[in-house]
């Protein structure tokens, strides 16, 4: 078992959004409250303060040369300093390894353990220490060249296992430290900035190629949205968005004694955008019954709840699906569930990339469930769609939704004195901004708390020149937040929400899963084991161009055929995040090119993938058009893919210990401590050259032919 298993998992929040740590002589004597991962802090490479602090998952660099490392630092050489403690749960002896450029310090428990400069740091003598047990200070810092690639990874090993980066999960801070919460606060506020569009409607922030690429986010378009949605619900959402969604982005920007009477007549104005599609007959219970299947088997129930939350509940928000047959028309939601980003690309809801049956059978399963009933209103008058119209116009709907062509890109600017410096002049305390509830139509209420709307001030009157900047490593933190990875996966030492949720589905799929049940089909494809890859390493083990095409959904083949759920495809952000996950463990956004293979060793190295005389790999993974030979529990990743996927880096650290690198994994370990496998008659059995045998192997790609008996 891994020993860090049974650490204490904290919470955390990646990107920034979180208090985090430090280590520094403290004034008062308080004790520290630990988060994961290390304060990291930038400053220019001629001076020792800090101007700039942000949470780091690792201890670890890559920046292109006279690129920005944050958002809130300029360009050029670039001094970082990492802060907080290394969690040692056992006293011992650990040995500590560099690569990179520059000049790099590390002080373990205020001992220098390196002192280094220079354009290849992997050439430094590795150091050996004794640690006792508990949070060990930490302090590393950096220096990069100047006008070259800033690059620095750090590493350790022991007697338990072999090099490895040193791990999210043995890394801590303090969150009570000042420079971190003030850093904090101006990323909550540059992410509430961007989320809420405030460029759309305030001139004077020019979107840059380098710009923080939240500034591009569209909404919904509504030029078919009578088509889409249900007038009701229309009204209901104009009016209030916060009444049916608790932490909707859209502004209710109604106020008053009318403004339901005003949002019946927006939403009847927009009914008539696009012509309702034809009613379809009611489904068959068995298909009701497939799409209640589907629902569990994607993990629907990760972000979507089929009851309406109670008040006050705790755990994750999640949006209800209770009601759906009031917002959408069934034609509308199927042809949404098969295209979900057509009209809004920065949409959070992934793209399954279902079949058309399987829309269908969702759809039918969703308004299949048992509604609220809702009381009847009485009105004043009947609704009048012109005067929705010219309501529309004077609310700017237009300057976030698009309602026509001719309205794209650009909506009806604000007068020039709403303009962002004008604005900042009065210190932002107006307006959309005002702590106190709007008095007038037109006014966006986002219902921000006291602590987000202070964040968001301070950001504004102090920071708006950090816009101008993009950090790929910090989009790729707020991304997967906003995406909800963790529900799906696990990272670091946070385990996945899906267990802890899956049973408000199982009902769905209990006749299924009854012993004794027939498979769905002669060649059921489906594993009985459903575990989905784990976060943590995904930089430093993916090459950033796989996972590019993993997220955007344009991989010509499944990666894991036996897994019921899906990976949902975002292409809007698979870039970004892509690169981010690179350049955050330490290597760069582009991979080198893989190269052709050694034709002795790959020789080698197939014959060792045999069931016998060799590993067995092909028992497990498939060779080409081979499948498996022999799957105990599940079966693995087919190897033509493996050389365009894996970092052969990630790949040679996985091989020597697998249960290291993912925790309870069902790959066997063949290296034993000193890295010698049992086949002695390829290389002596030095494991780290068959290794590399089977890595030749694999770089033969697509044209991969399975070893012969």
Request: proline letters at 8%; charged letters at 25%; a positive charge.
């Amino acid at each position: 078992m891994n020993r860090y298993s049974r650490l204490v998992s904290v919470f955390t929040v990646l990107g920034g959004l979180t208090c985090a740590g430090v280590l520094r002589a403290q004034e008062a004597a308080a004790e520290p409250v630990y988060a994961p991962g290390l304060l990291q802090c930038f400053s220019a490479a001629d001076e020792e303060t800090s101007t700039d602090c942000r949470p780091a998952r690792l201890a670890a660099l890559h920046l292109p040369a006279n690129a920005a490392p944050s958002p809130f630092t300029g360009q050029g050489a670039t001094r970082v300093q990492w802060r907080g403690f290394l969690d040692i749960d056992l006293a011992d002896d650990f040995t500590f390894s560099i690569e990179g450029r520059g000049r790099f310090t590390l002080t373990l428990a205020g001992k220098k353990i390196f002192d280094a400069d220079g354009n290849d740091l992997s050439k430094e003598k590795q150091v050996t220490v004794e640690l006792d047990s508990g949070k060990v200070p930490l302090l590393a810092t950096y220096t990069g060249p100047a006008a070259e690639t800033a690059e620095l990874r750090l590493f350790w090993s022991s007697f338990d296992w072999q090099r490895e980066p040193v791990p999210p999960v043995v890394l801590f801070h303090d969150s009570l430290d000042e420079d971190a919460q003030k850093s904090a606060s101006l990323r909550e506020g540059r992410e509430l900035f961007a989320r809420l569009r405030c460029v759309k409607c305030h001139a004077g922030t020019e979107i840059l190629e380098t710009s923080m690429p939240e500034l591009s986010i569209d909404a919904p378009s509504l030029q078919a949205a009578g088509r889409k949605f249900q007038t009701e619900w229309l009204a209901r959402w104009i009016e209030n968005p916060r009444s049916i969604r608790k932490k909707a982005a859209m502004p209710r920007l109604l106020h008053g004694t009318d403004s339901q009477e005003m949002a019946r007549d927006i939403a009847a104005w927009l009914a008539g955008r696009g012509k309702p599609g034809k009613v379809k007959p009611a489904a068959d219970p068995s298909v009701i019954k497939k799409g209640g299947e589907l629902f569990a088997d994607l993990g629907c129930f990760n972000c979507h709840t089929l009851q309406e939350p109670a008040a006050g509940a705790e755990g994750p928000d999640r949006i209800s699906l209770r009601n759906i047959g009031e917002k959408w028309r069934p034609l509308a939601l199927e042809e949404f569930l098969l295209d979900p980003d057509r009209d809004y690309k920065w949409i959070r809801m992934g793209d399954f990339q279902l079949k058309a049956a399987e829309a269908g059978a969702l759809v039918a399963f969703l308004l299949s469930l048992p509604g609220d009933p809702r009381k009847a209103q009485v009105f004043k008058r009947p609704p009048n769609p012109a005067l929705g119209k010219e309501l529309a116009e004077k609310l700017r709907c237009a300057n976030c939704h698009q309602l026509s062509e001719e309205n794209r890109p650009a909506g009806i600017p604000y007068p020039a004195t709403n303009n962002i410096e004008v604005l900042k002049k009065g210190g932002f305390k107006g307006g959309c901004l005002s702590s106190d509830p709007p008095g007038r139509h037109g006014i966006a209420n986002f219902g921000l708390e006291k602590e987000q709307l202070s964040n968001l001030r301070s950001f504004a009157n102090s920071r708006l020149d950090s816009l101008d900047r993009s950090s790929p490593v910090e989009f790729a933190a707020r991304q997967m937040r906003q995406l909800r990875c963790e529900a799906c996966h696990e990272r670091d030492s946070n385990p996945a929400r899906w267990p802890t949720l899956e049973e408000e589905a199982a009902h769905l799929v209990a006749n299924r899963l009854e012993p004794g049940n027939k498979p769905e089909s002669p060649e059921e494809k489906f594993s009985v084991v459903q575990a989905r890859p784990p976060l943590t390493w995904t930089g430093e083990k993916l090459r950033p161009e796989w996972t590019k095409k993993q997220l955007a959904g344009t991989l010509d083949y499944e990666l894991r055929p036996w897994l019921r759920s899906r990976m949902p495809r975002f292409p809007a952000r698979a870039q970004g995040i892509a690169e981010g996950l690179a350049l955050q463990h330490g290597y760069p956004d582009v991979s080198k090119p893989l190269g052709k293979s050694d034709p002795a060793m790959a020789k080698v190295g197939k014959r060792l993938a045999l069931r016998d005389g060799g590993f067995s790999c092909v028992s497990c993974h498939g060779v080409g058009k081979k499948p498996p030979e022999a799957v105990f529990e599940v079966p693995g990743t087919n190897f033509m893919y493996a050389s365009e996927r894996l970092r052969r880096e990630h790949f040679h650290r996985w091989m020597l210990d697998p249960s290291r690198v993912v925790k309870n994994s069902r790959m066997p370990q063949f290296a034993d401590d000193e890295a010698r496998s049992p086949f002695t008659a390829y290389y002596g059995g030095d494991a780290r050259k068959q290794f590399e045998a089977i890595w030749q192997w694999f770089l033969e790609g697509r044209n991969i032919t399975p070893p012969a008996k």
